[in-house]
């Protein structure tokens, strides 16, 4: 049988801390599914179908990243309903720090509770462990560099819309 991980988030954008948990997951389960779900606590800065297009352009330029990978997005109903829906038993999560752990620990009940789906905690590389979607978006719009710590698509695309 296919083991098949569900890796969720905002991903606005994705960051190479993304991209680590991503590729250590597919080396791990026979399917990844890397899913956009919108987060309404966080104001969004791109839309879902730009934030899906930067992650495939993202993973087609990463050397060496597994070709078992599906992105997709979710936009109605639960993180759950979607695991159900493509037969995904596990949830996958990046875990930088403690306040992770306790931001993650009532949803990973949650999601056990309403369908019976595991979550697991990933640690990617330390080197990435300062790096957010959220600080990314605030050293962009406030002009700074951000290559440092997003795919080369994300920074093209970041740039160019500080030229535009
Ligand atoms: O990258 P983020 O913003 O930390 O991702 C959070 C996300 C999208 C994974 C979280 O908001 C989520 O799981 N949303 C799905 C909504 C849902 O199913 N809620 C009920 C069970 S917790």
């Not at 879902?48 to 997005?73: F, H, Q, W, Y």
Request: aromatic content about 4%; glycine content about 6%.
């Amino acid at each position: 049988m296919n083991k098949i991980a569900v890796v969720p988030g905002s991903f606005d954008p994705i960051t190479l801390g993304h991209l680590d948990v991503i590729r250590r997951s597919a080396e791990l389960f026979d399917e990844v599914h890397v899913l956009v779900v919108h987060n309404p606590s966080k104001a969004a800065m791109l839309p879902i179908a730009e934030r899906v297009n930067l992650i495939k352009k993202s993973l087609v330029e990463t050397p060496g990243m597994p070709d078992n990978i599906i992105v997709a997005s979710w936009s109605v109903g639960l993180l759950v309903d979607y695991c159900t829906e493509v037969g995904a038993s596990v949830l996958v999560k990046g875990i930088r720090s403690q306040i992770d752990v306790a931001y993650e620990t009532p949803m990973v009940l949650m999601n056990r509770s309403l369908a019976g789906v595991e979550t697991i905690f990933m640690l990617p590389d330390p080197g990435h462990a300062h790096v957010s979607s959220t600080l990314v978006r605030q050293v962009a719009e406030l002009g700074g560099d951000v290559s440092g710590y997003v795919p080369a698509p994300v920074s093209r695309f970041l740039e160019k819309a500080r030229l535009a």
